[in-house]
């Protein structure tokens, strides 16, 4: 059988959670034993979203096969089990560079080469690539209908109807339906604009995914339907939630994957979403609180750490938890050394992620700092790995100065310098340590404990490692080297035995993370999280008891 194709596009305005439906749609059908794959299209120029600011774009995902790719395959990965790869993420500029690279080679015969059909081309062979051995493709256009970007993208998904025909394609348009407060009402009128813009462009949305704070009337679905030429059953409530992990539910209330399942023409069973239900039931009934405290450059948007987020949630619900993150600005933590204490103190556990650049480095070392000595549980992801062994080679081994040569060049003790197979390149763009490498894990380390396994895979993306000409002085002063490559070129995980729990790690488990099969490494920090602020809850009650019964304190009772 071939695959169908369910296009995802949006209108009115960006960020309605495209992707988030996306992957929910896939979800859906998956729980109905349906195979599915997922890619999503860029409009914008960058070749990759690999050299763009996280404040700009968000998180970068890596995939497996070390792509740099927008962050909403990070949803289809955490929602489905399709396995991403570069296949799944195209920009506007990867393609151009794909087609001015035939060009010049002389692949087009002379011919001139145009958007259509040229571009369109293109993007109809990445869809079909993505379509093999799969029951339904879903392809998200990334963008708003309108944008001038968007248009070759449009045009191609256009042409799939017209090639593949209206049981083998699926137009799923997300829009807004504002509630305005002032007139107490729903309104329409935006919806009904994007669609007409969708309609001059020929294409006629089958679904209406509509982004509300409530739930749409009938009144309200009937006079959508009619204004935007779509059964009343398509015009689909899809209301803001609490938990994103709620969105499969909502969606299969509304039964938009029965409907399009109709409209493609498939035959699947009923839909068995109890470990959402499970999930989701926890996400609303947790036993208590967790508060992680993260160390970090990037505070003031959270998109920038998208899969980091939801890999503690993940961990969080593991153990019945309900997450408070609170993001802490590392440069804010460079001053006195009792405003570094006064800022920790109160986290159950202190994570600094990944990141590149100078900026708030001698923050995150103090943060380190306080999380080894005061054996609060410590995480480092990266550069909080690289920073760990920063700040272990200065406080506990005594090197002074020591560094990584990302931020200080001529630093006598490069504890952290540049990965040695990239030494001389200087290129900025898909040049790092890129996506899924082995990894040997030490038997009667922490780590081992953690993952219960000898060796695993995680996806990397850095541009520096450990110098292993520290490693007997570290390792002297109580650090351990618990993971490796199974060569043992590049040092994976460092850990300190002495601690409830410090790990630092090379990679970013987070990209691997899933509500359904949360990581072991976030799990259990998160669990020895929890656990240190339980036994700080019961220390504190027990110096109290002890004051309130102290003789000179008797008389104040
Ligand atoms: N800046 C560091 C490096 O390039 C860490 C990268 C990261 O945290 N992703 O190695």
New binding site residues.
């Given amino acids: 059988m071939s695959a169908k194709y369910l296009f995802v596009t949006g209108g009115v305005v960006s960020s309605l959670g495209k992707g988030l439906a996306a992957a929910t749609l896939g979800c859906l059908f998956e729980s109905r034993g349906l195979k599915v794959n997922l890619m999503k299209f860029d409009p914008y120029l960058n070749v990759d979203p690999g050299t763009m600011s996280p404040f700009q774009h968000g998180e970068v995902f890596v995939t497996d096969d070390g792509a740099e790719t927008d962050l909403d395959l990070g949803h289809y990965e955490r929602f489905t089990h399709a396995r991403l790869s570069r296949d799944n993420n195209w920009t506007t500029g990867r393609l151009y560079e794909q087609i001015i690279t035939k060009e010049r080679r002389g692949d087009y015969l002379g011919k001139t080469v145009q958007v259509i059909p040229h571009v369109t081309n293109e993007i109809k062979a990445a869809m079909k690539k993505v379509a093999l051995d799969v029951d339904v493709a879903i392809v998200e256009i990334g963008g708003t209908v309108g944008d001038i970007e968007s248009l070759p993208f449009m045009e191609a998904i256009r042409q799939m109807r017209q090639e593949l025909g209206r049981d083998n394609t699926l137009f799923v348009h997300v829009t807004l339906v504002p509630f305005i407060a002032a007139a107490q009402e729903l309104k329409t009128k935006p919806t009904q604009h994007s669609v007409k813009e969708l309609l001059s462009i020929g294409i006629q949305p089958d679904i209406l995914l509509c982004r509300t704070d409530r739930f749409l009337s009938k009144e309200i679905k009937g006079k959508i339907a009619l204004f935007c030429n779509v059964e009343e059953e398509a015009v689909i409530t899809a209301k803001d939630v609490a938990s994103i992990y709620e969105v499969p539910l909502v969606f299969a209330h509304e039964e938009v994957d029965t409907l399009a399942l109709r409209y493609l023409k498939i035959e699947a069973r009923d839909r068995d979403l109890s470990k959402w239900e499970d999930i989701v039931h926890r996400a609303y009934n947790p036993k208590d609180t967790v508060t992680i405290g993260i160390v970090g450059k990037y505070v003031e948007y959270e998109d920038s750490y998208k899969s980091l987020k939801e890999a503690l949630v993940h961990g969080a619900l593991a153990h019945n938890l309900k997450l408070q993150i609170n993001w802490i600005e590392a440069e804010g933590l460079e001053s006195a050394e009792q405003s570094c204490e006064s800022q920790l103190e109160g986290y159950d556990g202190i994570l600094v992620p990944?990141?590149?650049g100078k900026r708030g480095i001698e923050g995150m070392l103090k943060a380190i700092q306080y999380a080894r000595e005061k054996k609060v549980p410590y995480f480092g992801?990266?550069?909080g790995m690289?920073s760990a062994c920063i700040e272990f080679a200065r406080n506990v081994c005594g090197l002074r100065d020591a560094n990584s040569s990302?931020f200080d060049q001529s630093t006598p003790h490069r504890v952290i310098y540049k990965l040695r197979e990239l030494r001389g390149v200087e290129e900025l763009g898909g040049t790092?340590r890129l996506g899924a490498w082995a990894c040997k894990i030490e038997p009667g380390t922490l780590a081992y404990k953690v993952y219960g396994a000898a060796e695993i895979s995680e996806r990397h993306?850095?541009?520096?490692e450990f110098n292993r000409e520290y490693e007997e002085t570290l390792v002297a002063g109580g650090l351990r080297i618990s993971g490796a490559t199974p060569d043992g070129t590049y040092v994976e995980i460092v850990e300190i035995p002495d601690h409830p729990y410090f790990i630092g790690c090379q990679f970013?488990p987070e990209f691997k993370s899933k509500p359904l099969e949360p990581h072991p490494l976030f799990k259990a920090f998160v669990g020895a999280s929890y656990e240190h602020g339980q036994r700080r809850k019961l220390e504190r009650q027990s110096a109290e008891a002890e004051m309130f019964l102290r003789p000179e304190n008797v008389g104040r009772r």
């Fill in positions: 990944g990141g590149f992801i990266c550069l690289q990302e790092m993306r850095h541009r520096y970013h």
